[in-house]
Nanobody
Framework: QVQLVESGGGMVQTGGSLRLSCVASGRNLNEYFIGWFRQAPGKEREFVGVSAWSGGPIYTDSVKGRFTISRDNAKNTVYLQMNTLTPEDTAVYYC???????????????WGQGTRVTVSP
């Protein structure tokens, strides 16, 4: 069992930045890919990026160069630094965990409660 708790969402203007945090708890966290999905109003959940315990994160193309995932393994925390935000980034962002790497939402058995990010024009 893995529990995930996100924080850090809010409202920001176009071009601004936000940092989301995800605190993970449970056993053997070093075995999990932990990362982020997002769901915009009226759309399906979308892969944002994930990170293994060690090794570089993997991102979807639309956020490359703007978003950065980092892990503080001592704190069991994964961060999503989001820069140069646009209204298209408006969504509920979910922290996720899975033993397997995938870009499919149904691969991830553990989800946080979500945190809302709103980017105004």
């Amino acid at each position: 069992q893995v529990q995930l708790v996100e924080s850090g969402g809010g409202m920001v203007q176009t071009g601004g930045s936000l940092r989301l945090s995800c605190v993970a708890s449970g056993r053997n966290l070093n075995e999990y890919f932990i990362g982020w999905f997002r769901q915009a109003p009226g759309k399906e959940r979308e892969f944002v990026g994930v990170s293994a315990w060690s090794g570089g994160p993997i991102y979807t193309d639309s956020v490359k160069g703007r978003f950065t995932i980092s892990r503080d393994n001592a704190k069991n925390t994964v961060y999503l630094q989001m820069n140069t935000l646009t209204p298209e980034d408006t969504a509920v962002y979910y922290c996720v965990a899975s033993i397997m790497y995938s870009r499919r939402a149904d691969t991830y058995g553990y989800w946080g409660q979500g945190t809302r990010v709103t980017v105004s024009p």
